[in-house]
């Protein structure tokens, strides 16, 4: 498999409540934005894949455990690894971390979608085969 990726993450006063804790649902953005870097690092980026080959990565599962709440103006680093692929689906494995500490894990299956019929397909072999180097 592709090598994990590490991106930093810095929280800002819109990604907290009144007492300087992240939403819940902020976290969701993190992973997200990691699985973007990580396209983007080995050569593909969603626009081009829209636009070239009418495919997009739609979210069909995530699990997110919480264990330490994230806060104002911490640094953090979210981890992103690829656990599977498996014809129309990427199974990612993400950390986000303070320091060593983590914070949040999320296992989330991206699912690959022919955007004119809103149906999966195969995942690209080049873009597999990035993945898999």
Known sequence: MSTQQTIPIRIYYEDTDAGGVVYHARYLHFFERARTEYLRSIGFTQQVLLR???IAFVVKSLVIDYKFPAKLDDWLFVETEIVAIKGATI?????????????????????CVDLNKMKPVAIPEELKAAFLK
Do not use: N, P
Request: charged share 35%.
């Open 52 to 54: 070239e080959q009418q």
């Open 91 to 111: 199974l990612f494995k993400q950390y986000l971390k303070r320091d060593t500490d983590v914070l949040s894990m999320a296992d989330v299956k991206v699912a």
